[in-house]
């Protein structure tokens, strides 16, 4: 298969993507009701450094902390770092391993670790972006109250982004939304854990930016909750 062609069907294979996570980020707005339940507030900060390797593989090293309870307690710190292959314009592959430092139910922080596995598919039409990622996560604890948390945790993770690239001008704005659903084990729930978020990308030159960003999350699993969420990063590139 030449490579015009090879252009074509990954084309098209995005757009079928595209098409169903439109239908997918519709569905995440929407299903996210307002009723009666546990709510909170926290604030994250991030930092993030990207850097090519070679000819189409790229390397990404970042930090960040979260906290919760009205953002006056920290919930977690994690540092990370991945790999990513560019195949072409429109689709890359990544990996990626996460230490975390993880307040436990006994007020207490221990070491969780999670690795990555991920596509991603990207629609460039004109000035908006439109991106799609699929995920696979699994994590393992080291705070073990019961033999459940001696097995690791699987997710799958989707998401949708569109982010509007405002020509001659250094703001852009985008908005995803996220579900986290459970693998390999027996539950009734299809869903853990919702995101949507609306920001703005903020380029200071050619190496470096900054984002801030508003997400809402609702987590089903182990009760009912919410909460409101202020993200602040800054993004280096070599």
Not at 87 to 105: C, G, P, Q, W
């Amino acid at each position: 298969m030449n490579q015009k062609r090879l252009t074509g069907v990954t084309k098209t294979m995005m757009m079928t993507m595209i098409k169903k996570g439109s239908l997918f980020l519709c569905f995440t707005l929407l299903s996210i009701s307002a009723f009666p339940q546990e709510k909170d507030f926290g604030i994250w900060y991030n930092a993030s450094a990207e850097f090519d390797i070679i000819n189409k593989l790229e390397a990404d090293l970042s930090t960040c902390f979260r906290t919760f309870e009205n953002a006056g307690k920290v919930e977690e710190g994690f540092l990370e770092g991945g790999l990513s292959y560019v195949f072409n314009d429109y689709l890359s592959a990544s990996v990626s391993y996460r230490i975390t430092e993880n307040i436990e139910k006994d007020d207490s922080y221990h070491l969780r670790h999670k690795w990555f596995a991920g596509i991603r598919g990207t629609l460039p039409l004109g000035d908006l972006k439109l991106t799609g990622r699929a995920l696979f996560q699994q994590r393992y604890k080291t705070y073990i109250e019961d033999e459940n948390d001696k097995l690791p945790s699987s997710h799958g993770r989707f998401r949708l982004k569109a982010l509007y690239d405002i020509p001659s001008f250094p703001l852009n704005p985008y908005i995803y939304g996220e579900m986290f659903c459970p693998l390999f084990k027996d539950s009734d729930r299809v869903i853990d854990k919702k995101r949507v978020g609306a920001g703005i990308e903020l380029i200071i030159t050619a190496h470096h930016s900054f984002d801030g960003e508003y997400i809402f999350q609702r987590d089903y699993f182990p009760d009912l909750a919410d909460e409101n969420i202020l993200s602040f990063g800054y993004i280096f590139k070599f």
